[in-house]
Nanobody, 127 residues
Protein backbone atom coordinates (compact mmCIF):
# COMPACT_ATOMS: atom_id res chain seq x y z
CA UNK A 1 0.00 0.00 0.00
CA UNK A 2 0.94 3.62 -0.48
CA UNK A 3 0.33 6.18 2.21
CA UNK A 4 0.04 9.87 1.43
CA UNK A 5 0.10 12.87 3.70
CA UNK A 6 -0.67 16.39 2.51
CA UNK A 7 0.27 19.61 4.21
CA UNK A 8 0.57 23.29 3.47
CA UNK A 9 -3.04 24.39 3.27
CA UNK A 10 -4.33 27.52 4.92
CA UNK A 11 -6.06 30.83 4.46
CA UNK A 12 -4.83 33.18 1.77
CA UNK A 13 -6.16 36.31 0.13
CA UNK A 14 -7.14 36.32 -3.51
CA UNK A 15 -4.05 36.72 -5.64
CA UNK A 16 -1.87 35.04 -3.05
CA UNK A 17 0.11 31.83 -3.14
CA UNK A 18 0.39 28.58 -1.24
CA UNK A 19 2.57 25.52 -1.63
CA UNK A 20 1.13 22.14 -0.83
CA UNK A 21 3.26 19.10 -0.07
CA UNK A 22 2.46 15.43 -0.49
CA UNK A 23 4.73 12.92 1.23
CA UNK A 24 4.44 9.36 -0.03
CA UNK A 25 5.51 6.25 1.86
CA UNK A 26 5.09 2.53 1.44
CA UNK A 27 5.02 0.90 -1.99
CA UNK A 28 5.63 4.11 -3.90
CA UNK A 29 7.42 2.24 -6.69
CA UNK A 30 4.08 0.72 -7.69
CA UNK A 31 2.54 4.13 -8.32
CA UNK A 32 2.51 5.57 -11.82
CA UNK A 33 1.96 9.18 -10.83
CA UNK A 34 0.90 11.47 -8.03
CA UNK A 35 -2.20 13.47 -8.75
CA UNK A 36 -3.76 16.47 -7.09
CA UNK A 37 -7.49 16.84 -6.79
CA UNK A 38 -9.75 19.28 -4.99
CA UNK A 39 -13.26 19.22 -3.67
CA UNK A 40 -15.21 22.37 -2.94
CA UNK A 41 -18.26 22.32 -0.65
CA UNK A 42 -21.22 20.80 -2.41
CA UNK A 43 -19.22 19.87 -5.50
CA UNK A 44 -17.63 16.75 -6.86
CA UNK A 45 -13.94 16.07 -6.50
CA UNK A 46 -12.09 17.34 -9.54
CA UNK A 47 -8.69 16.84 -11.08
CA UNK A 48 -6.10 19.60 -10.70
CA UNK A 49 -2.72 18.25 -11.77
CA UNK A 50 -0.57 15.15 -12.02
CA UNK A 51 3.12 14.35 -12.27
CA UNK A 52 4.47 10.97 -13.29
CA UNK A 53 7.26 9.44 -11.25
CA UNK A 54 9.12 8.33 -14.37
CA UNK A 55 9.74 10.96 -16.98
CA UNK A 56 8.25 13.77 -14.94
CA UNK A 57 5.36 14.30 -17.35
CA UNK A 58 2.81 16.82 -16.11
CA UNK A 59 -0.92 17.04 -16.68
CA UNK A 60 -3.08 20.04 -15.86
CA UNK A 61 -6.67 21.08 -15.50
CA UNK A 62 -7.38 24.04 -17.76
CA UNK A 63 -8.58 26.06 -14.76
CA UNK A 64 -5.13 26.10 -13.15
CA UNK A 65 -2.82 25.94 -16.15
CA UNK A 66 -0.28 28.75 -16.04
CA UNK A 67 -0.91 29.54 -12.36
CA UNK A 68 0.05 26.29 -10.64
CA UNK A 69 3.29 24.36 -10.93
CA UNK A 70 4.27 20.94 -9.72
CA UNK A 71 7.63 19.62 -8.63
CA UNK A 72 9.12 16.77 -6.66
CA UNK A 73 11.97 15.76 -4.43
CA UNK A 74 12.61 12.09 -5.15
CA UNK A 75 14.97 11.72 -2.19
CA UNK A 76 12.13 12.74 0.12
CA UNK A 77 9.35 10.99 -1.83
CA UNK A 78 7.61 14.34 -1.82
CA UNK A 79 5.71 16.24 -4.47
CA UNK A 80 4.80 19.90 -4.26
CA UNK A 81 1.94 21.85 -5.75
CA UNK A 82 2.79 25.54 -5.99
CA UNK A 83 -0.40 27.54 -6.35
CA UNK A 84 -0.12 31.15 -7.49
CA UNK A 85 -2.75 33.78 -8.23
CA UNK A 86 -5.28 31.93 -6.14
CA UNK A 87 -8.90 32.92 -6.57
CA UNK A 88 -11.90 32.40 -4.27
CA UNK A 89 -13.02 29.62 -6.60
CA UNK A 90 -9.95 27.73 -5.46
CA UNK A 91 -11.37 27.26 -1.98
CA UNK A 92 -11.53 23.51 -1.45
CA UNK A 93 -10.00 20.56 0.29
CA UNK A 94 -6.98 19.52 -1.75
CA UNK A 95 -6.05 15.86 -1.94
CA UNK A 96 -3.07 14.07 -3.37
CA UNK A 97 -3.61 10.65 -4.84
CA UNK A 98 -1.48 7.71 -5.93
CA UNK A 99 -2.54 7.13 -9.52
CA UNK A 100 -2.45 3.90 -11.47
CA UNK A 101 -2.75 5.83 -14.72
CA UNK A 102 -3.20 9.36 -15.96
CA UNK A 103 -6.10 10.58 -18.04
CA UNK A 104 -5.21 13.13 -20.68
CA UNK A 105 -8.40 15.14 -20.23
CA UNK A 106 -8.61 14.74 -16.45
CA UNK A 107 -11.70 12.54 -16.36
CA UNK A 108 -10.70 10.11 -13.66
CA UNK A 109 -12.52 7.16 -12.24
CA UNK A 110 -11.93 7.96 -8.58
CA UNK A 111 -11.97 4.29 -7.64
CA UNK A 112 -10.27 2.35 -10.42
CA UNK A 113 -7.64 4.99 -11.30
CA UNK A 114 -6.57 5.72 -7.72
CA UNK A 115 -4.60 3.44 -5.41
CA UNK A 116 -4.68 5.69 -2.38
CA UNK A 117 -5.81 9.09 -1.19
CA UNK A 118 -4.35 11.42 1.35
CA UNK A 119 -6.62 12.91 3.99
CA UNK A 120 -6.61 16.31 2.35
CA UNK A 121 -5.62 19.82 3.34
CA UNK A 122 -7.97 22.78 3.43
CA UNK A 123 -7.26 25.79 1.24
CA UNK A 124 -9.41 28.86 1.76
CA UNK A 125 -9.09 31.85 -0.53
CA UNK A 126 -10.69 35.05 0.73
CA UNK A 127 -11.89 37.76 -1.59
Amino acid sequence: HVQLVESGGGLVQAGGSLRLSCVASGRTFSTYAIGWFRQAPGKEREFVAALTWIGGVTYWADSVKGRFTISRDNAKNTQYLQMNSLQPGGTAVYYCAALRRVRTYGHYDMKSDVDAWGRGTQVTVSS
